[in-house]
């Protein structure tokens, strides 16, 4: 796979020898300990590298820090994507990151929504693919009961990490069993502008307590969901878009006041049409209980057999 070609000239800086890596010496020695912790990021970072001869690199926008791994000839193996919620946790952990990966470039929200595409279509890492929070020895019952009433507990939708009101995550590799779902939540997560429920961020006030990202992210969590086409991708997909309808976040043109240049907005995209709700409702009954902690307290009065907001 190829790195996006808007990057192309940062790696042309990096083949005429300006801030050139030295492999061997950050192969010995980046990132000795099991897990990184790196000042600023809401996640451990593992910095897993999977070849000793790659080139590594960092692109960062507003609250996404992407690190990549590359051959010279821009040829993407790895990714591990970190989210930082501040500009002042920003230049911390770009800052303590510069000691093991000097080559550090800023670029625009297009190119980062571009190049995290990328990044969702490689695997996880093997030594992680396989990665358990409850051993083998115990059975496979106790197990789905356990991840079942852990994900009803902390708000996030069962067989994932990511897809809900908080997060189930370690790292940026840490997926849930329903890995394709899990990508779409990670990615939309890791939007590189958003607004936190109750703060104020890009001369924006977030009042509701949550998060509202930009409009370009909800378009890629949609086309994802849509890609994935499961039932339980239907059921958060038309849950979040047709339910929700949740407020984004739009670039404007600065006018009287040049700080201004976002906005709150409608998107109004209906996911399932009137035809396909069937099949959602009839799986609405397992999900009942997390739909009163990912959503609304209001689902939760209503009866799923009539349940006509959707």
Known sequence: MKIIHVLSAAFLVLMQGRGILSLTSIAQTIF?????????PEKNFTGTRLKNDSILA??????????VEVSEKRELFNCELLEVRTKKDEEVALSDLRQYIPLQIKINFTDMI?????????????????YKFITEERSQKLIFERRQFSSLLSGVF??????GSGDLANTYYDLGTDKKLDKCCRSHDFCPVKVLGLKTQHNLTNYSLYTKSHCECEDVFYKCLKTVNSHSSNLIGNLYFNVG??????DV?????????KKFSYRKKQFLTQKQLPEVKDGLKDFQPILCILFSKRLCLIEVKGLNIL
């Open 158 to 163: 069962p067989g994932t990490k990511w897809c």
């Open 245 to 250: 309808n949740f407020l984004c976040i739009i």
């Open 58 to 67: 960092i692109y960062y926008h507003e609250q996404t820090i992407a690190v």
């Open 32 to 40: 000795p300990e099991p897990t990184k912790t790196i000042p600023g």
């Open 114 to 130: 571009e190049l995290m595409e990328q990044c969702q279509k490689l695997e996880s890492p093997p030594i992680f693919d396989n």
């Open 253 to 261: 043109e600065p006018t009287f006041y040049p700080k201004v240049t």
